[in-house]
């Protein structure tokens, strides 16, 4: 089948060739040919599938066949509405709209939160016949009286499922109940929960559904590979690997905004240009960064899931998953960014030991075994374990065999609250405090004119003398702060918050006062718990290897070494040892 086949406009099908198109994507040849006839659509189909053409081109085509409405300010009535999950997505599909449309005289525009609204209320007001939008933005432009959605002929959901993971069902049904019933509906998702199938069934009528790949398949164009690595060693070995292959061009994927922004700044400060992309950035920042790694002016751009969607590079070479999802599916849409467009593509995945339950959960989702390779030098430590990860206000378990028990996981996320409150509290201090004057103490920490830091490094050592059968330990007399104290060796592996609307929080490193207050929970005490991950690990690796002080007998840890050490008890997978039960079973 070729596009001429479709029916579609003389003056759609002259901006298609021009772009070098002239056979439709499995998506297309079947999506478009429903949307013509007028039927809703279900549509499930993965990134890098032509997904965007797939209603672009016949919701151009509707338009053209109909007439034009009015608005209430006399402009222009928006008769198509498309719905994105993030900013970049919403400018990527109305760039499609304008490539496409440009020899229509149609008009079209996009709105989203991060810039300033005026220019955006005067488009709406003079009117367009398509407006595609994030769904924060548009109900703040609609409760303010500055649209007018009376005259919508289309709505297309698109990444349904990723506007749902992003908590945005709420604003979707908002949205939906402010355009008018009689419409015909798209609804694109790459993955199909019950969730979706509950808003499909709200918002569709006797859709023809299309799904062209199943959902749990991955691009077979990608070449994929798992590097065991430790804790501590993921920025340098996600450097050597962008040197010694000489990479120009790779995409790296976080969980969190923080650990975005310590990547990219490691990288930068090791010579390989790099910028972060993530929800926090201004819009300015965002356009910034993506123009700079498109041109090849960054060599790698350190995203979170989220801010990476709407990323569309036809022959993006490189995706490193630096820290492992949590959600299988998650895997799919980050690897789905390269092997666009027939191009092939190779995907990295550092995966630690705290992370390869994941990885084995991701196997079983892709039904494929991933290639492993050991790279010298940067493989786990002897004697690491697996130990819980925090994700916001809760911990979980990313590792392979049995998790801890709930005392142990339910320490962990203590220690992650308070560490979190400690960097925000850091954070603003530091913020406040960068242009103080000399005479007094800056509480941004470090010099502050003849002020001395208030979190100057200091060392506290934990006893750990735990008691009982939970592990309780007795609490020493509180440690005079020492500002004069010697500095902790400084650490390069940082790490941090998960997902954009719910961020998993980690911070940089334990200041010292912290230390004095928090556990170096790592004793024999938690009911004879040999071998229980440390509760105050909270991030796969930006704790890695770092010494620190605290309170004696915290929560029954205490200090010292962990008994049971040596290999992993139930663990092994990727990052050593033998494992007992299902799954595969690495070597270091």
């Given at each position: 089948?070729?596009?001429?086949?479709?029916?579609?406009?003389p003056?759609?099908?002259?901006?298609?060739?021009?772009?070098?198109?002239?056979?439709?994507?499995?998506?297309?040849?079947?999506?478009?040919?429903?949307?013509?006839?007028?039927?809703?659509?279900?549509?499930?189909?993965?990134?890098?599938?032509?997904?965007?053409?797939?209603?672009?081109?016949?919701?151009?085509?509707?338009?053209?066949m109909?007439?034009?409405?009015?608005?209430k300010?006399?402009?222009?009535?928006?008769?198509?509405?498309?719905?994105?999950?993030t900013?970049?997505?919403a400018?990527?599909?109305?760039?499609s709209?304008?490539?496409?449309?440009?020899?229509?005289?149609?008009?079209s525009?996009?709105?989203f939160?991060?810039?300033?609204?005026?220019?955006?209320?005067s488009?709406?007001?003079?009117?367009?016949?398509?407006?595609?939008a994030?769904p924060?933005?548009?109900l703040?432009?609609?409760?303010?009286?500055?649209?007018?959605?009376?005259?919508?002929?289309?709505?297309?959901?698109?990444?349904?499922?990723?506007?749902?993971?992003?908590?945005?069902?709420?604003?979707?049904?908002k949205?939906?109940?402010?355009?008018?019933?009689?419409?015909?509906?798209?609804?694109f998702?790459?993955?199909f929960?019950?969730?979706i199938?509950d808003?499909?069934?709200?918002?569709?009528?006797?859709?023809?559904s299309?799904?062209?790949?199943?959902?749990?398949?991955?691009?077979?164009?990608?070449?994929q590979?798992?590097?065991?690595?430790?804790?501590?060693?993921?920025k340098?070995?996600?450097?050597?690997?962008?040197?010694?292959?000489k990479?120009?061009?790779?995409?790296?994927?976080?969980?969190?905004k923080?650990?975005?922004?310590?990547v990219?700044?490691?990288?930068?400060?090791?010579?390989?240009?790099?910028?972060?992309?993530?929800?926090?950035?201004?819009?300015?920042?965002?356009?910034?960064?993506?123009a700079g790694?498109?041109?090849?002016?960054?060599?790698?751009?350190v995203?979170?899931?989220?801010?990476?969607r709407?990323?569309?590079?036809?022959?993006?070479?490189?995706?490193?998953?630096?820290?492992?999802?949590?959600v299988?599916e998650?895997?799919?849409?980050?690897?789905?960014?390269?092997?666009?467009?027939g191009?092939?593509?190779?995907?990295?995945?550092?995966?630690?030991?705290?992370?390869?339950?994941?990885?084995?959960?991701?196997?079983?989702?892709t039904?494929?075994t991933?290639p492993?390779?050991?790279?010298?030098?940067?493989g786990?430590?002897?004697?690491?374990?697996?130990?819980?990860?925090?994700?916001?206000?809760?911990?979980?378990?990313g590792?392979?065999?049995?998790?801890?028990?709930?005392?142990?996981?339910?320490?962990?996320?203590?220690?992650?609250r308070?560490?979190?409150?400690?960097?925000?509290?850091?954070?603003?201090?530091g913020?406040?405090?960068?242009?103080?004057?000399?005479?007094?103490?800056?509480?941004?920490?470090?010099?502050?004119?003849?002020?001395?830091?208030?979190?100057?490094?200091?060392?506290?050592?934990?006893?750990?003398?735990?008691?009982?059968?939970?592990?309780?330990?007795a609490?020493?007399?509180?440690q005079?702060?020492?500002?004069?104290?010697?500095?902790?060796?400084?650490?390069?592996?940082?790490?941090?918050?998960?997902?954009?609307?719910?961020?998993?929080?980690?911070?940089n490193?334990?200041?010292?006062?912290?230390?004095?207050?928090?556990?170096?929970?790592?004793?024999?005490?938690?009911?004879?718990?040999?071998?229980?991950?440390?509760?105050?690990?909270?991030?796969?690796?930006?704790?890695?290897?770092?010494?620190?002080g605290?309170?004696?007998?915290?929560?029954?840890?205490?200090?010292?070494?962990?008994?049971?050490?040596?290999g992993?008890?139930?663990?092994?997978?990727?990052?050593g040892?033998?494992?007992?039960?299902?799954?595969?079973?690495?070597?270091?």
């Open positions: 089948m070729t596009f001429d086949e479709l029916k579609l406009a003056a759609i099908l002259k901006a298609v060739h021009e772009h070098g198109y002239d056979t439709p994507t499995p998506i297309q040849a079947q999506a478009i040919p429903a949307v013509l006839e007028g039927h809703d659509l279900l549509g499930g189909a993965q990134t890098g599938t032509g997904k965007t053409a797939a209603f672009t081109l016949p919701m151009l085509h509707k338009l053209t109909s007439r034009s409405a009015t608005n300010f006399g402009g222009t009535g928006i008769r198509a509405l498309v719905l994105t999950p900013r970049e997505l400018a990527q599909v109305e760039e709209v304008r490539t496409y449309g440009k020899y229509l005289q149609l008009s525009t996009v709105i939160g991060g810039v300033g609204m005026n220019p955006q209320i488009k709406l007001k003079s009117g367009v016949d398509i407006l595609v994030t924060g933005r548009l703040d432009l609609q409760q303010q009286g500055m649209l007018d959605l009376g005259q919508v002929q289309m709505l297309i959901l698109d990444e349904a499922d990723r506007m749902l993971d992003m908590g945005f069902i709420h604003d979707v049904k949205v939906l109940a402010l355009v008018p019933k009689e419409k015909q509906s798209l609804l998702s790459a993955t929960s019950d969730e199938r808003l499909a069934a709200t918002l569709l009528r006797n859709p023809q299309i799904q062209v790949t199943p959902r749990n398949t991955t691009v077979q164009r990608i070449t590979v798992i590097h065991p690595v430790g804790r501590g060693k993921k340098a070995l996600l450097a050597h690997i962008i040197n010694e292959n990479w120009s061009q790779v995409l790296v994927f976080t969980r969190t923080f650990g975005a922004n310590s990219a700044e490691f990288l930068t400060k090791n010579g390989i240009e790099a910028m972060a992309l993530h929800g926090n950035k201004s819009q300015s920042a965002r356009t910034q960064a993506l790694f498109k041109s090849g002016e960054l060599r790698a751009l995203a979170t899931d989220i801010a990476a709407g990323i569309d590079i036809d022959e993006l070479p490189h995706v490193v998953n630096y820290e492992i999802p949590n299988s998650d895997y799919v849409h980050r690897i789905g960014r390269t092997g666009r467009a191009s092939s593509g190779e995907a990295v995945s550092f995966v630690c030991l705290d992370e390869e339950g994941f990885m084995q959960e991701i196997e079983r989702f039904k494929q991933i492993v390779q050991v790279i010298e030098g940067f786990p430590e002897e004697g690491e374990r697996a130990e819980p990860i925090a994700m916001g206000r809760q911990t979980i378990w590792g392979a065999g049995r998790p801890p028990s709930r005392e142990v996981m339910q320490a962990a996320a203590k220690a992650a308070t560490e979190m409150l400690q960097r925000i509290r850091e954070n603003k201090a913020q406040g405090g960068g242009n103080g004057g000399g005479g007094g103490q800056r509480r941004g920490g470090g010099q502050g004119g003849n002020g001395q830091g208030r979190n100057a490094n200091g060392g506290g050592q934990g006893q750990g003398q735990g008691q009982g059968p939970r592990g309780q330990g609490r020493p007399q509180q005079p702060r020492n500002p004069q104290g010697p500095a902790r060796a400084p650490q390069h592996h940082h790490h941090a918050p998960h997902e954009e609307r719910q961020p998993r929080h980690h911070g490193s334990h200041s010292p006062t912290q230390a004095n207050q928090v556990a170096h929970l790592r004793a024999e005490s938690v009911g004879g718990g040999a071998g229980q991950p440390d509760p105050l690990r909270t991030s796969v690796d930006h704790m890695g290897g770092r010494g620190r605290g309170r004696s007998g915290g929560g029954g840890y205490g200090g010292g070494n962990r008994s049971g050490g040596g992993r008890s139930g663990g092994g997978g990727y990052g040892g033998n494992r007992s039960g299902g799954g595969r079973s690495f070597g270091r």
